[in-house]
């Protein structure tokens, strides 16, 4: 039973940093793929920041420059490290796991409909 946990959601002021991390269990295999979303209230779920197969890093156009994703595989551990924080950033950070991921899929990394497999959210609140 695959299950993920997100932990370092908090508040922050304008251009602030926070991390927020994930930890995978129950996935019997390497072969999945990780990704980060967010929602903020009104909103739909967007895509933030994902691996692709071959370890490449994906990141939305909004956050490029400022997020940061990582992982430590030997853990199972999926990190988001975001600088230079916007009230545009809030919102509840997701993240995501695609349980097969192989060399040259076709998929969006940053699509929630590609993910099968949710944690529950971590808050992020940047104010000005």
């Known amino acids: 039973h695959i299950q993920l946990v997100e932990t370092g959601g908090g508040s922050v002021q304008s251009g602030g940093s926070l991390t927020v991390s994930c930890v995978a269990s129950g996935v019997t295999h390497n072969k999945y793929c990780m990704g980060w979303f967010r929602q903020a209230p009104g909103k739909e779920r967007e895509g933030v920041a994902a691996f692709d197969s071959d370890g490449s890093k994906i990141y939305a156009r909004s956050v490029k420059g400022r997020f940061s994703i990582s992982r430590d595989s030997a853990k199972s551990t999926l990190s988001l490290r975001m600088r230079n924080l916007d009230p545009e950033d809030s919102g509840m950070y997701y993240c995501?796991?695609?349980?097969?991921?192989?060399?040259?899929?076709?998929?969006?990394?940053?699509?929630?409909?590609?993910?099968?497999?949710w944690g529950q959210g971590t808050q992020v609140t940047v104010s000005s």
């Open positions: 995501a796991l695609r349980r097969w991921c192989f060399d040259g899929d076709r998929w969006n990394q940053l699509g929630d409909y590609e993910y099968a497999y």
